[in-house]
């Protein structure tokens, strides 16, 4: 019996989750929900009354929304891919999670999806807006990175920032950023994250 089961979709929040499922080796049931269905399928909002991917179901039958709690579930359940408690690392942790979960996701749902939250005629000026901020915030992860954003070593937040950048990439938003380039192009190589696209592509071929 598999312990987990992910609402989701590719090229989303999900994705985040899957990675870490598969760095933990946990066995997980995947069922995709589009975004109309998220929104509509009153059995999924009874327990998600947000609309909105990822959410878990444990083997308990709880349900757990929000991709930040879930990676901060995941983490402690595992003890892995997390800094130790009262470390500077772990303190970067807990910022970065912070701030790419409640700054840089957001911004880019207002690049990719203005109209979820303004009329059309304001559509361009919300996104040239949250334009200058997303450079804002490339330029302070650009200058606060080392070789991982926590350190010498990969952590979950290096998954959840890899997640973002990779919406943004397709569009150019990480030209000029050396060392988010450099890192982009490592964690395209990550051995789990290449893994799970081969999974999400084998899915989709279904």
């Not at 499922?21 to 995947?30: A, G, P, R, V």
């Not at 579930?73 to 942790?93: C, M, T, W, Y």
């Not at 302070?140 to 890899?162: P, V």
Request: glycine share 4%; hydrophobic share 35%; charged share 25%.
């Amino acid at each position: 019996m598999s312990q987990y089961t992910l609402y989701g979709r590719s090229e989303t929040g999900s994705d985040v989750v899957e990675y870490l499922f598969h760095e933990f080796n946990i066995d997980y049931n995947f069922i995709h929900v589009d975004e109309i269905n998220v929104k509509t399928n009153q059995e999924i909002l009874r327990h998600n009354p947000l609309g909105r991917v990822p959410m878990i179901k444990l083997s308990n039958g709880q349900y757990m929304i929000e991709s930040m709690n879930i990676v901060y579930h995941l983490v402690d359940k595992a003890g892995q891919l997390v800094p130790k408690s009262n470390s500077i690392e772990r303190d970067k942790f807990n910022q970065f999670m912070s701030f790419l979960s409640s700054s840089v996701y957001p911004i880019i749902l207002l690049i990719y999806h203005p109209d979820h939250y303004t009329s059309k005629n304001s559509e361009s000026d919300l996104i040239r807006k949250a334009e200058e901020i997303i450079n804002t915030y490339l330029k302070f992860i650009d200058t606060s990175m080392n070789k991982y954003l926590c350190g010498n070593y990969i952590t979950a937040a290096d998954y959840y920032l890899y997640m973002l950048l990779t919406w943004l990439d397709e569009d150019g938003y990480l030209s000029g950023y050396e060392k988010i380039n450099s890192f982009f192009n490592k964690m395209s190589k990550n051995q789990t994250i290449l893994a799970v696209k081969r999974i999400q592509s084998e899915r989709e071929k279904k």
